[in-house]
């Protein structure tokens, strides 16, 4: 019985002895971290679907009454190098009445060919990081500044909603998280405890021979570490599972990626260990 | 190795009160090869001189050497290097519960990282010395006393620890038991290991190189 297979030995008697309160420890921590893995699927599938709305989101510059066809190619030449613009696009009379007939069905200017009175504009589409209302709010008091544009007009109100929701559901994700991280804590070190507290005359007795306290909690943190990141792997199994009997048409859902389920079973795995440690603690002093 | 001071107990003071500690002013210096036989009542402090000796318990004042270490809190390393090193039966000495009595005796030499095959071969020679083969898979609890006292002489031998700590020896064992321990406890203090005996009595069987000690009043006399 070498020390490493002392530590295994003591591993599986600690399991063995106990499987109630590893399977219930292993059960309740599954349970915790699948409600993580749904609060974090539905955060990334919000924030697709966030980043979505927003890259339609256009601004529009309307060409003042007194600027004359020949004057229109500088002025998108000037705005076009504004910061944070991507592209811009110029709408004229005739295109606009096109775009009316498209949204009605019906041409409403028939027989006033010779006087158009539609507006000339520019719409003007935004680079994603200035998709925010500071900057597109900056972008809009700067064309106005232009003599040539008579109104700029954007979904200003709109943005700052959305903005303001993004922002509530990352604060509750980031709660949860938070909530989660120490209810797992608090639980694995409670079931080290129930686990170790049968064994306090043999840890007393070991330690009396000498043996190191890294020696002794090498076990529970293994134990801490296992059932942790089975628990986080249990989790995105039942994941797994659910995305294959569920499918949505209008919501195309987000799932992390492996490499991302990897680093999370592998921080859970390491959460266990201290749990572990926190756990024995008190006996090895 | 004879005459090197193994344990060193010098003006130890322990408990609450200078004048009504366990121990007032003990000394105590026990040598490789030599037995140390300390007799005394219920509640004397042989159990607590234990505790000092293996850094369970740590003395109020004074010093406490074992092995050239100074046993004092937070020397968790030094603390671990001596326990290695003493070999303890009875008193605060018990078996590991969840160990089967091969796992308990080999467990010293399991702390100090022995190879496998010199592990096993010590193991054999210490279950056939105490007729213990047929227990080795046995659990501590499936143990009669006599039993559960000879795993921890065993335990207490495999390793060649240099110095043994026996509290009541005897207490419990029938007289042919109590005979082929004191056998094995002459053996070990001929072979240079220091022995410290803690009895309520003075034991029936002679030691070589001994001293007897009775604990009153905190003190050694």
Redesign the interface.
């Known amino acids: 019985?070498?020390?490493l297979s002392?530590i295994f030995?003591?591993l599986g008697?600690s399991l063995y002895?106990f499987p109630g309160t590893a399977l219930g420890a292993l059960l309740s921590l599954a349970l915790l971290f699948l409600l993580f893995d749904l609060f974090w699927i539905a955060a990334a599938t919000t924030e697709q679907l966030y980043t979505r709305l927003i890259s339609q989101l256009r601004m529009e510059a309307f060409v003042a009454e007194h600027v004359i066809d020949t004057e229109i190619p500088p002025l998108q030449d000037a705005i076009a190098h504004t910061e944070g613009i991507i592209a811009i696009e110029y709408i004229s009379r005739e295109k606009a009445r096109e775009v009316l007939h498209e949204m009605l069905g019906t041409d409403l200017l028939i027989g006033y060919d010779s006087a158009n009175p539609l507006p000339r504009s520019f719409i003007i589409e935004f680079e994603s990081d200035a998709l925010n209302s500071e900057d597109m709010a900056s972008v809009c008091e700067g064309l106005s500044g232009f003599p040539e544009i008579a109104e700029v007009t954007y979904s200003q109100q709109w943005l700052k909603n959305a903005e303001a929701t993004r922002v509530i559901i990352k604060r509750f994700g980031l709660a949860l998280g938070v909530f989660i991280l120490l209810t797992a804590i608090i639980s694995s070190v409670n079931n080290i405890r129930l686990m170790t507290r049968a064994?306090t005359?043999?840890f007393q007795?070991?330690?009396?021979?000498?043996?190191?306290?890294l020696?002794l909690a090498f076990p529970f943190l293994i134990e801490g570490m296992l059932i942790s990141g089975l628990s986080a792997a249990a989790g995105w199994l039942a994941i797994n599972y659910g995305s294959h009997q569920i499918s949505l048409t209008q919501i195309e859902i987000v799932y992390p990626v492996i490499e991302e389920i990897v680093i999370f079973c592998a921080a859970a795995a390491a959460l266990g260990a201290i749990s572990g440690y926190l756990g024995i603690r008190k006996l090895l002093r | 190795m004879a005459d090197e001071i193994v344990a060193d107990i010098q003006n130890v003071y322990l408990g609450a009160a200078r004048n009504e500690g366990i121990f007032r002013n003990l000394n105590l210096t026990l040598k490789a090869g030599h037995t140390a036989i300390v007799t005394g009542g219920p509640g004397s402090g042989k159990t607590s001189l234990t505790a000092l000796l293996?850094g369970?318990g740590f003395a109020d004042e004074g010093l406490v050497e074992v092995f050239g270490e100074s046993l004092r809190p937070r020397r968790?390393w030094a603390i671990?290097?001596?326990?290695?090193?003493?070999g303890?039966v009875g008193g605060?000495?018990?078996?590991?519960?969840?160990?089967t009595v091969a796992?308990n005796i080999?467990?010293?030499l399991?702390?100090t990282?022995l190879s496998?095959r010199r592990?096993q071969a010590k193991l054999l020679k210490m279950l056939t010395e105490f007729s213990l083969l047929k227990k080795a898979g046995d659990y501590p609890r499936t143990l009669t006393r006599v039993e559960h006292t000879l795993v921890q002489f065993a335990?207490a031998s495999i390793g060649d620890q240099p110095l043994l700590i026996i509290d009541e020896p005897s207490a419990g064992l029938d007289q042919a038991t109590t005979a082929r321990i004191f056998e094995f406890l002459i053996k070990a203090s001929l072979s240079g290991r220091a022995l410290l005996l803690l009895c309520s009595d003075a034991p029936a069987h002679d030691l070589p190189n001994s001293d007897i000690y009775h604990i009153s009043n905190g003190t050694l006399e």
């Open positions: 019985m070498s020390r002392h030995r003591e008697r002895r064994r005359e043999g007795q070991m330690r009396l021979l000498g043996a190191g306290r020696f | 293996t369970v968790i671990n290097r001596v326990r290695r090193m003493i303890g605060i000495f018990g078996l590991v519960p969840s160990m796992e080999a467990f010293p399991v702390i990282g496998k592990r335990r």
